[in-house]
């Protein structure tokens, strides 16, 4: 199985490529999640404009955790989106992201929405952007739009099975 990150960087570099980014995004990634689950937690410095844009959107919506980074699979493609939560009963999808925004935000979100559904009645799913300040935006992905993109992600997985099947002697 290919995780859906490696599938998407094959036609997107990502942003936390790079060692500095993948260590800021893990480290707010991490202290998001405490924060879920003791509101009194106080996040290192570096990281406290995330917490702080994390508790905001928390704030602005009567959410219920339902999972925190859960892995899903099909068979073919693995991943782990951030929160699977549920609002006024509706089940959501969040990715959370601290990074400059990039269209393969869109495609993992969308592949995420694909997995999570699999086993919960996924309604919406939002990519919730994390200002190092203390802003946030959250950007919702409309089920239309999933189609179309899950559309793309489907082509790229193709085209890297496809150059795996050539490197293996199969093409």
Not at 99 to 127: D, H, K, M, T
Not at 137 to 159: C, G, N, P, S
Request: hydrophobic share 45%; proline share 5%.
């Amino acid at each position: 199985m290919m995780r859906v990150t490696e599938i998407i960087a094959k036609r997107y570099p990502v942003a936390w490529a790079d060692a500095e980014s993948a260590e800021r995004g893990r480290l707010a990634h991490e202290a998001c999640f405490r924060y879920l689950s003791d509101c009194a937690y106080i996040p290192p410095p570096f990281v406290a404009g995330y917490v702080t844009a994390f508790a905001k959107v928390l704030d602005a919506r009567d959410i219920q955790v339902v999972a925190v980074e859960p892995q899903l699979c099909d068979g073919r493609v693995i991943g782990h989106p951030d929160l699977i939560v549920a609002v006024s009963g509706a089940v959501e999808v969040w990715d959370l992201k601290t990074g400059s925004p990039s269209p393969s935000w869109n495609l993992q979100l969308a592949a995420y929405w694909y997995l999570a559904e699999r086993i919960f009645p996924v309604r919406r799913a939002f990519i919730v952007i994390l200002g190092r300040g203390g802003d946030e935006r959250v950007k919702e992905i409309t089920r239309h739009k999933k189609d179309a993109w899950l559309r793309i992600f489907w082509q790229i997985y193709q085209e890297v099975e496809n150059e795996r099947a050539g490197q293996n002697g199969h093409g």
